[in-house]
């Protein structure tokens, strides 16, 4: 086991949203400086919840690894590589599902939450019920030392650490118990007030247009409490300045804050300078994605040669676990 390895993945939902620049690919970045870093597309994921629609698994899988690398996700720095290229992470679920109690995966927190969220869906399937065993499995097939995730995600990272210790206790010890590298994230809120999200339909995407992430923020909850222009107002209940409050200048914010409160400016003047703001922060990335769009073999190729990296690692452990268990 290397300790300054790190796995983590994400599901191609399509283009990333700006909750997925600072909740995921801002961390990215900084720990693909300092670890030995294995980021997947978990594409065999997505089947747990999409597996009767898989026809835009391989298009949002391409603009998903488009947005990782045009904000600033290396490929000669960390391993980016496909799940479904790396036969190991099946092998590994299929064994590791044999030894997981069925009372573990029920009593995972997100189990019924999920089912209730995703109502129209039918997620009683054995794949769904089953899917902490696989995201075990793609943590530990690397031996990773460190996973990276937020206080809500903990229950998820212990699901994996019983795994590897129940393995490590029937047969031998294979499999460090990898631990939690917390991340701390802002909150994202997306158009309406709510967590930024997709489904929701009130995302800015990162690989949208200016002008188009312009109308959206214009068109942004802000405080509902002021009525009239000539009302003041209180930035720190107004949806639209909680989300832009990222990306304003310090010395900006305070004359934001006394504007705002003495209605000395308006929620449309005040929505406009903050539109500008994230315009030009998103600027070069958006124009790295276009350079990085005109070449359309690149994520195949990075893919490719991820997986094969990942391939030979994962053989590697799984080696071991075959010699473990006496197949």
Known sequence: MSDK?????????????LGHFHGVLANWRELQETYECFFFAADWHSLTTEYDNTSAIRENTREMVLDWLAF?????KSTIFLQSRVPQHAELNLIL?????VSWLERNPTYKEMQENLATKDLSTFGFLGYPVL???DIIVYKAAKVPVGHDQLPHLEITREIARRFNYLYREVFPEPAALLTETPKVLGLDGRKMSKSYGNAIYLSESAD???KKVMSMVTDTQRVRRSDR??????????????YIPEEKKAEIYAGCRSAAIGCVECKKLQAEYLVETLAPFRARREELTANPG???DILNAGSARASAVAAETMAEVRDAIQL
């Open 5 to 17: 390895r790190i796995v983590s993945g994400m599901r191609p939902t399509g283009r990333l949203h």
């Open 72 to 76: 600033g996700v290396d490929p000669d």
């Open 97 to 101: 599902s044999m030894i997981t109690p």
């Open 135 to 137: 995201m075990a499995s």
């Open 212 to 214: 188009e992430t312009r």
């Open 233 to 246: 107002g209180e930035p720190d209940r107004c949806v639209a300045f909680s989300l832009n409050r990222l």
């Open 298 to 300: 690149l994520v195949d």
